[in-house]
C-alpha cells in the first residue's frame, strides 16, 4: 500500500531537548515537505526537498532541521525544542513532474507537545 | 510567507443542505486545489483546478478556478454527516512549482 509513515504519532517533551520525527515514504517520490498545523492558522510548509540532498526553507524554518539522504526518508529534526513548537506537524511526498499539488501524499501526523 | 483568505472559518449546517466556501488571494496563482482533512488524519486531495474558469465536479462536490486565477470556490451540494472536517484550499504559483500555499481551513459540522 502506497503511504507516507510518520513517527511518532504523539510525542510529549521538554523544552531544549532535542527530538526527531521520522517520516518514510514507499512510493519512491522525489518530492518531500513537512508542514505544521495550528488552530487558525492553517498548514504552514517548514522545509521542502526536492530531491536526495537537495532541500531548501519554507514559510517557517526557524527552530527545525531536515535532511534527506535517502530518497524515501525526510526526518524532522528539532535541535532545541520550545513551547512554541507546539504543534501537529504533517509529512508529504509528491513525484514531481506536472507539479507537486496534484499527487501530494499527506502522513498521518505527528502531535508534538513540548512542556 | 503568503497565506490564502479563506471564507468561512467554520459552518454548522443540518444535513441535506449545500455549502460553498472559498479563497481569495492578492496573487495569481496557476493552479488551485482543494483538500479535505478527516479527524485524527492527514488531507486528502478533493479536486484540483488548472485553467481560469475551469469548473470541475467529484461526485457531490464541484469547484472553480476564478477568472482572475485570484480566487477559487468550492460547493458541496446534499450534505452527509461524513462530509465534517476541515477543507483547505491550496495554490502553486507559476515559476515555483513546488511550493504549495494553505488557507487556514474550512471547519465544516454537519447535523444529522
Known amino acids: 500500500e502506497a503511504q507516507v509513515t510518520q513517527n511518532p504519532r504523539y510525542l510529549i517533551t521538554v523544552t531544549g531537548k532535542k527530538l526527531t520525527v521520522t517520516c518514510s515514504q514507499n512510493m519512491n517520490h522525489e518530492y518531500m515537505s513537512w508542514y505544521r498545523q495550528d488552530p487558525g492558522l492553517g498548514l504552514r510548509q517548514i522545509y521542502y526537498s526536492m530531491n536526495v540532498e537537495v532541500t531548501d526553507k519554507g514559510d517557517v524554518p526557524e527552530g527545525y532541521k531536515v535532511s534527506r539522504k535517502e530518497k524515501r526518508n525526510f526526518p524532522l529534526i528539532l535541535e532545541s525544542p520550545s513551547p512554541n513548537q507546539t504543534s501537529l506537524y504533517f509529512c508529504?511526498?509528491?513525484?514531481?513532474?506536472?507539479?507537486?499539488?496534484?499527487?501530494?501524499?499527506f502522513g498521518s501526523g505527528t502531535q508534538l507537545s513540548v512542556l | 510567507g503568503q497565506q490564502l483568505n479563506q471564507s468561512p472559518q467554520s459552518m454548522f449546517i443540518q444535513e441535506g443542505e449545500d455549502v460553498s466556501m472559498n479563497c481569495t488571494s492578492s496573487?495569481?496563482?496557476?493552479?488551485w486545489l482543494w483538500y479535505k482533512q478527516d479527524p485524527g488524519e492527514g488531507p486528502v486531495l478533493l479536486i484540483a483546478?488548472?485553467?481560469?474558469?475551469e469548473l470541475t465536479s467529484n461526485g457531490r462536490l464541484t469547484a472553480q478556478f476564478g477568472i482572475t486565477r485570484k480566487d477559487s470556490f468550492l460547493n458541496i451540494s446534499a450534505s452527509i454527516p461524513s462530509d465534517v472536517g476541515i477543507y483547505f484550499c491550496?495554490?502553486?504559483?507559476?515559476?515555483?512549482?513546488?511550493?504549495?500555499?494553505f488557507g487556514k481551513g474550512t471547519l465544516l459540522t454537519v447535523n444529522p
Open positions: 483546478l488548472y485553467k481560469a474558469g
Open positions: 508529504a511526498s509528491s513525484a514531481t513532474g506536472t507539479g507537486v499539488g496534484e499527487k501530494l501524499f
Open positions: 491550496a495554490g502553486l504559483r507559476g515559476g515555483s512549482n513546488y511550493k504549495l500555499t
Open positions: 496573487s495569481i496563482f496557476n493552479t
